[in-house]
Structures are given as structure tokens and as C-alpha cells.
């Protein structure tokens, strides 16, 4: 059976699951904690690196930076870099496609920043399961765009392509309530109508 996960990548903060038994375990991401914040710091001096920094791979471009807590620690203790937050929220526009200056004249699209925040995802449930994850189940929102299906649609395959970039082959979405739904509906002991809102 391919090993799969589900990611939940959140404007604020995003988490990665595991199959485990009849259920699914969150993988602890950093510091026992079980969420991380959505949040990627590039540093530009490379004399002068905060700990933990991520230098990149093959698979990825070499811009040194640290991501969730890492990198709004970063930000705050005073490295030279810059950080980017709520990267979810440029999926559906314009900008998904542009580039954005990083420091010392440096540019990255912002989808190859997103796709390198689920590489990181990735990575870490990968070490966690100890095996390759090759399906995904991307949480997402009933709506990227209100109003504007074109929008939605397009935002939907950005996330896509970003799980694809990183070695997914096999991606599926989760409306977010639902899924909510489907978590509360296992340890409900009856029958009753219950409201999900998101």
C-alpha cells in the first residue's frame, strides 16, 4: 500500500498526519509541538545563521532559511533575511506566479516558496514514518476565493502543483469542515446533528 498523509497548510498554521490504526496521529514538527507556524525565513548572510538553518537540496533552490517557529524567532532575534507569512493567502491571484525579492538582490516565485514549505512537511513525516510519502489529502477551504470560481479553481492547482513539485503523486482535497466533520463524527458516541463552521 503507498504511503500517504494528509496536510492541513493553513494561513496561520499548517500540520501533517499520519495513518495510524483506524485513525491518523499529527507528526510532531518542532519542539513537541504539533502544529507549526506557516512562516519561512530566508536569511541573506551566510556568515551569520540562525540554528536549524535549512540549506536546501537537490530537489530545491540553495537559499539558506528556517521555517515555523524558527523562522519568526529568526525575524525577531534580529537575522538579516526575510520573512514571509500567510503564504496561503496569494494562492488564487496574480502573485502565485511573481517573484519576490528575498534580500541581496535575490528572487523567489512564490509558489517555489510554498512548495518549499511542503517539501519541509514532508521531510519531517517522512522521518517520522520512515517510509516515502507518496499520497497526499490536501486540506483546503470550501472557498479560496469567494465569489470567483476561475480563482478558486486556480488556487487549487497552485496547491496542487506545490504537493506535485515535492513528490506527491497522488493528490486529493478535503473540503476543511468536512474534514473537521469527519474527525468529531469518530468519537461521537450517538447519534446528533452537530454545526461545523470554518
Keep these: 500500500m503507498p504511503a500517504c498523509c494528509a496536510i492541513d497548510f493553513g494561513t496561520s498554521n499548517s500540520a501533517i498526519a499520519l ?3 483506524e485513525g491518523v496521529h499529527l507528526v510532531e514538527l518542532e519542539g513537541g509541538q504539533s502544529t507549526m507556524p506557516t512562516a ?3 536569511c541573506t548572510d551566510a556568515d551569520d545563521l540562525p540554528p536549524g538553518t535549512w540549506r536546501g537540496t537537490h530537489l530545491d533552490d540553495s537559499l539558506p532559511r528556517t521555517f515555523g517557529r524558527a ?3 529568526a525575524y525577531i532575534d534580529g537575522y538579516e533575511g526575510r520573512l514571509m507569512r500567510s503564504m496561503k ?16 538582490g535575490l528572487g523567489v516565485k512564490y509558489l517555489d516558496i510554498i512548495t518549499g514549505y511542503l517539501r519541509h512537511l514532508r521531510s ?3 522521518q517520522a514514518g520512515g517510509q516515502p510519502l507518496t499520497q497526499v489529502v490536501m486540506g483546503r ?7 470567483d470560481a476561475e480563482r478558486d479553481a486556480a488556487a487549487q492547482a497552485s496547491l496542487e502543483a506545490a504537493a506535485r513539485a515535492v513528490g506527491f503523486t497522488d493528490v486529493a482535497f478535503q473540503f476543511e469542515p468536512i474534514a473537521a466533520a469527519f474527525d468529531y463524527e469518530q468519537h461521537a458516541q450517538k447519534e446528533e446533528l452537530v454545526l461545523v463552521a470554518d
Design 124 to 126: 519531517l513525516a517522512e
Design 19 to 21: 495513518p495510524a490504526g
Design 141 to 147: 477551504p470550501v472557498f479560496f476565493v469567494d465569489d
Design 40 to 42: 519561512v525565513f530566508y
Design 71 to 73: 523562522a519568526v524567532k
Design 89 to 104: 493567502s496569494i494562492l488564487g491571484t496574480a502573485l502565485v506566479d511573481q517573484t519576490t525579492e528575498v534580500g541581496n
